[in-house]
C-alpha cells in the first residue's frame, strides 16, 4: 500500500515559520489532507484538499502539494500550535485507501 | 451540531472481549460511513476500516481481519467496534470518524476509547 513519510519531529521558534513534510511517491497526483492533534485530543482537520482550510483555522495554517513531497506551513508559531501533525491521502486504487503519514512533533521553544 | 460520542474507557483481561460505542448526532446516521482508526500509546493513526452505515457491510484494512467487528444499530444511530481475544498489543485509543462531506478526509471525530489490556 501506499507509504507517507514525515519527519518525526520539527522545531520553531515562536513567531518563525514551521514546515512539516510528507513525502510519496508522485503524492502531487494525490489530494493530501493535514491533521493536528494535541495530548489527549482527537484529531482536528487543518488542512483539506492540499491547501484548503476549514472555517476556524487560522490562515496562518497553509500547504502546498507537488512532486514527492506535500508541505503543511505555519506562519508566525504559536505555543498552541504545539502538537502533532499528520497528512492524509486517500489511496482509491488500493485495497487500503485511507493511508496516515507516521505524524510529525511539532515544537514551540 | 454534529457530534460523535463514544464510550468510557476500558480495562481489560487479556484474551476477554471488548466493545466500543460511537453514538452520532447531528445528522442523518444512515448517510455516511464510519470508520475506525486506532491510536496505540505514543504511536501514530492507523485507519481500521469502515462500515457502510446504510447497509451494514464492513470493510476491513489489513490487520484487522479476524478479531475486530464493525456492527451498528442504526434505531440509535450508533456504531460498534468490538475486539475478541484481546491482547496487550491491542492497547489504544480507538476512535470512529465521518467524512460528512463525501470528501476523503475526516471531518468530524469521536473523542477517542482508551482500551487496556492487562492481567
Known amino acids: 500500500s501506499y507509504v507517507l513519510t514525515q519527519p518525526p519531529s520539527v522545531s520553531v521558534a515562536p513567531g518563525k515559520t514551521a514546515r512539516i513534510t510528507c513525502g510519496g511517491n508522485?503524492?502531487?497526483?494525490?489530494?493530501v489532507h493535514w491533521y493536528q492533534q494535541k495530548p489527549g485530543q482527537a484529531p482536528v482537520l487543518v488542512i483539506y484538499?492540499?491547501?484548503d482550510r476549514p472555517s476556524g483555522i487560522p490562515e496562518r495554517f497553509s500547504g502546498s502539494n507537488s512532486g514527492n513531497t506535500a508541505t503543511l506551513t505555519i506562519s508566525r508559531v504559536e505555543a498552541g500550535d504545539e502538537a502533532d501533525y499528520y497528512c492524509q491521502v486517500w489511496d482509491s486504487s488500493s485495497d487500503h485507501p485511507v493511508v496516515f503519514g507516521g505524524g510529525t512533533k511539532l515544537t514551540v521553544l | 451540531q454534529v457530534q460523535l460520542v463514544q464510550s468510557g474507557s476500558e480495562l481489560k483481561k487479556p484474551g476477554a472481549s471488548v466493545k466500543v460505542s460511537c453514538k452520532a448526532s447531528?445528522?442523518?446516521?444512515?448517510?455516511?460511513?464510519m470508520n475506525w482508526v486506532r491510536q496505540a500509546p505514543g504511536q501514530g493513526l492507523e485507519w481500521m476500516g469502515w462500515i457502510n452505515t446504510n447497509t451494514g457491510n464492513p470493510t476491513y484494512a489489513q490487520g484487522f481481519t479476524g478479531r475486530f467487528v464493525f456492527s451498528l444499530d442504526t434505531s440509535v444511530s450508533t456504531a460498534y467496534l468490538q475486539i475478541s481475544s484481546l491482547k496487550a498489543e491491542d492497547t489504544a485509543v480507538y476512535y470512529c470518524a465521518s467524512r460528512l462531506t463525501g470528501d476523503p478526509y475526516f471531518d468530524y471525530w469521536g473523542q477517542g476509547t482508551l482500551v487496556t489490556v492487562s492481567s
Open positions: 447531528g445528522y442523518t446516521f444512515t448517510s455516511y460511513a
Open positions: 508522485n503524492i502531487g497526483s494525490k489530494s
Open positions: 484538499y492540499d491547501s
